[in-house]
């Protein structure tokens, strides 16, 4: 396992990632919030910004991220209007625009912020396998 207090930046960045990434297409059931393909379709699913660009103030925001399918989220990037549409819809204008401006603030994320993130979502990564491991085939009444 790699010290994140002793690797380099962008060693904790992917390693974050990858943990936020895997929690949030669990979230969203594996299937993409704009045309709801998902893996069982056949298609590549991804954890698609809301805004371009990776700012710190909202690259591990659970409420900046949902699961795209790979197109999806590549014509976000021309045209971020389907996906933006989706997310006032369900989150509302206001939600939006907060967003907006954070997403446009100077916030840093510091080492300590990011090991803290990583616990967090390898955690909660261990409850989803922990409850698929322990829901598999039983029935509750």
Known sequence: ???????KHQTVINKVWKEFRLFILRRDNERCVICGRGKNDGV??????IFRGHHDSTRFN?????????RCNKAHND???PYWNWFIGKH????FDE???KN???????RADLVKLYEHYKNANKEY???GILTKGKHFE
């Open 92 to 95: 509302g204008q206001k939600t």
């Open 104 to 110: 446009n603030s100077n916030d840093v994320l510091t």
């Open 1 to 7: 396992m790699t010290d994140l207090w002793k690797a």
């Open 129 to 131: 396998e922990l409850i």
């Open 99 to 101: 967003l907006k401006i």
């Open 44 to 49: 590549i699913i991804q954890g698609g910004h």
């Open 79 to 81: 045209n971020p209007w």
């Open 62 to 70: 659970e409420l900046a991220v949902h699961c795209q399918c790979k």
